[in-house]
Nanobody
Framework: QVRLVESGGGSVQAGGSLRLSCSGS????????MGWFRQSSGKEREGIAA??????TYADSVKGRFTISQDNAKKILYLYMTNLKPEDTAMYYC????????????????????YGQGTQVTVSS
């Protein structure tokens, strides 16, 4: 069973930075891609970053501002967010699945996907 636990969310002013962390026993397994998704009020959950075999990819909405990385030894996935904007306000979810990748400005995932419980990020103007 895949279990993922996020931490690091909080409230920050526009232009600020936050680092999210996700711990999980399957992080570093070659059979799973890892990614970050977010869901804001009234909107569908969207993928924003993915990492597969240490290669990161991003949605256009966060490219150049967010960085995804993972520490396989510690089994932790990170999302470092800079230059945050009010539209980045959302619940952020760590995810694992056979396929998670971003291409052409958007992120895609396999039907099989596992999420953590989420961590809230609020950006005020």
């Amino acid at each position: 069973q895949v279990r993922l636990v996020e931490s690091g969310g909080g409230s920050v002013q526009a232009g600020g930075s936050l680092r999210l962390s996700c711990s999980g026993s399957h992080i570093g397994y070659s059979t799973y891609s890892m990614g970050w998704f977010r869901q804001s009020s009234g909107k569908e959950r969207e993928g924003i970053a993915a990492i597969d075999r240490e290669i990161p990819t991003y949605a256009d909405s966060v490219k150049g501002r967010f960085t995804i990385s993972q520490d396989n030894a510690k089994k932790i996935l990170y999302l470092y967010m800079t230059n945050l904007k009010p539209e980045d306000t959302a619940m952020y979810y760590c995810a694992a699945g056979p396929m998670i990748k971003c291409s052409g400005g958007y992120c895609y995932r396999s039907e099989e996907i596992y999420y953590g419980q989420g961590t809230q990020v609020t950006v005020s103007s």
